[in-house]
């Protein structure tokens, strides 16, 4: 049987397979359905089953946030993970994202662009994006009135950003259980599968087997010639910490690296454009648009040339119209209402099965009842914020235990004052900018508030696992194998240094499918030997 769900009982002691991946989300599943395609047996493993858990409280003891922290809508253990939570929307992250710069301390990619962007292609032709298209999507017909903020050359400041989707959103637990079904048993899926540790060889540089808790309470091992843990932000750190066969600092934690350096993208309404005159809301930087089979949504943000003369972050905003901002406030009242805690609500169903779709009608109906006010002056800004690599902020193990006796995890983060003074930089540069355009200028209390109205810790956690050359300053290589182990990887958005604005499951696609590739590699005959 290809998928094995352990929470119907299961006798299995001891499980073998030649790549074990934990996780079934974007980080896990599009490696391992490639990795199945090319003649490897895969197992993937994941805690949850079809059915959503967004309860953070089995891993998560204490939340230290600046802000505000929601996590339910940031992960679901269940097959597929995340994808099931969100409508689809995908950015690539821009060269600048991946370039050391010298004014963001601990910045810089051991990877660049030209890197992923074979893999970007790759994983936009699974997901039905036309990805090439897309990269040029804003030089469409525009208004006459807003013409010059496109940017004119290559030299321009303001920059056009954009997030692409097609519907239905992607569904990486769709896609597994698609590939397992023609795989001829080489893939398979274990649900209900609760992954405790991760057991060493006496040397400490290999992995020797997984310890996974099933349901009753009974443990099996999953032995494996390489792990691949793509488990999310906080569930990897969690893992790796509790892994302490051979230290008790945890797995690939030598340095005190593991858990530091998260990053989320704290996202807030920070501002109103005020435009000197009405205008069509039909111009493209203010409506979604219907491009190449599918739908895009502009945003503006600042060169790389930009950001480096003015030391600044990659922020980014999306300009709404004032009905279409008080529609998608209604959303998001109704993904975080209490009503949905009620007994008579099945939750797991609705999440699953009503909210993302809820989305997708956000995105489409939204657009086209604001479209109803045909011309506007005032714009409600809804910022994308990158920050500054912290290494205080941090996952780390708590006192309080899961019921299998493993340490839970305690979350601190906060937005700094150089991120404060960065979106500051931001919102100023970018009313200059309208204001010398002669368009309009901008509105914010930004300057005066202590306490600003971020979204902190809502999804999107990354940092936890950093990519680098240096085992000093990183966890993986630039291959995502953990430096201190020679069978252990790492998928996911943890692995970032640095985040910019777009969301990560596009690069995580991305940087799954380059994963896999390197993984074929490494499983061509060799000498690697795993102690049983």
Same mark, same amino acid.
């Given at each position: ?106 910045? !810089?990619?051991?990877?660049? @662009?030209?890197?992923? +962007? ?5 994983? /936009?032709? =699974?997901?039905? *994006? ?121 797995? !690939?934690?030598?340095?005190? @690296?593991?858990?530091? +350096? ?5 996202? /807030?309404? =920070?501002?109103? *454009? ?259």
């Amino acid at each position: 049987m290809s998928l094995i769900d352990l929470s119907n009982g299961s006798s299995v002691v001891r499980l073998d397979t030649s790549i074990c991946i934990i996780g079934s989300g974007p980080g896990g599943a599009f490696a391992a359905v490639e990795l199945a395609a090319d003649g490897h047996d895969v197992l993937v493993v994941e805690t949850g089953t079809s059915i959503a858990d967004m309860d953070p409280g089995g891993f998560v003891d204490s939340v230290s946030v600046e802000g505000g922290a929601t996590l339910r809508f940031g992960f679901s253990r269940q097959l597929g993970g995340s994808s099931n939570l969100w409508s689809g929307r995908v950015a690539p992250f821009e060269f600048v994202d991946f370039e050391k710069r010298d004014w963001i301390d601990e910045s !810089g990619w051991p990877i660049g @662009l030209q890197d992923l +962007y074979p893999y970007y292609v790759r994983a /936009a032709g =699974l997901m039905r *994006l036309p990805y090439p298209n897309f990269l040029h999507s804003h030089q469409q017909s525009v208004s006459s009135e807003l013409a010059s903020l496109l940017p004119q050359s290559p030299d321009d400041l303001l920059d056009v950003k954009r997030f692409f989707w097609v519907e239905p959103p992607f569904n990486t637990g769709d896609h597994l259980k698609s590939a397992m079904r023609a795989s001829d048993g080489r893939l398979r899926i274990l649900t209900s599968a609760h992954v405790r540790r991760l057991v060493q060889n006496p040397a400490g540089n290999l992995v020797s087997h997984a310890v996974v808790a099933t349901p009753d309470g009974h443990e099996l091992k999953i032995m494996a010639r390489y792990f691949v843990l793509a488990a999310g932000g906080i569930e990897a750190t969690r893992i790796l910490l509790n892994s302490t066969s051979t230290s008790s600092k945890g797995l !690939g934690n030598e340095d005190d @690296l593991v858990g530091r +350096y998260f990053t989320t993208h704290p996202k /807030a309404d =920070l501002g109103v *454009l005020v435009l000197n005159e009405r205008v069509p809301i039909s111009y493209p930087l203010f409506v979604d648009c219907t491009v190449d089979g599918g739908r895009i949504r502009h945003g503006l943000g600042f060169s790389a040339r930009m950001q480096a003369e003015h030391h600044g972050l990659n922020h980014y905003v999306q300009i709404s119209p004032m009905l279409e901002y008080r529609l998608s406030s209604f959303f998001e009242a109704v993904k975080g209402s209490s009503a949905l805690n009620s007994p008579f609500i099945d939750r797991s169903r609705f999440i699953r099965s009503f909210l993302p779709g809820l989305g997708l009608m956000a995105f489409e109906a939204i657009g086209r009842l604001a479209g109803l006010q045909r011309r506007a002056r005032l714009f409600m800004l809804r910022a994308f914020l990158d920050q500054h690599p912290n290494r205080s902020n941090r996952i780390l193990l708590s006192s309080a235990c899961d019921r299998f006796g493993d340490r839970k995890v305690d979350i601190k983060w906060s937005f700094s004052d150089q991120d404060r003074q960065s979106v500051l930089l931001f919102f100023s540069c970018l009313d200059q900018e309208f204001r010398k355009r002669g368009l309009g200028h901008i509105e914010s209390t930004l300057s005066e508030m202590h306490d600003w109205p971020l979204v902190g810790v809502h999804s999107h956690f990354m940092g936890t696992t950093r990519m680098g050359n240096n085992p000093k300053h990183a966890v993986v290589d630039k291959d995502c194998r953990v430096f201190s182990t020679e069978n252990l990887f790492i998928s996911g958005p943890s692995t970032f240094p640095t985040g910019g604005y777009a969301n990560p499951f596009f690069t995580i696609a991305a940087l799954s499918l380059r994963l896999a590739d390197h993984l074929k590699r490494c499983l061509q005959p060799s000498s690697l030997v795993v102690e049983t």
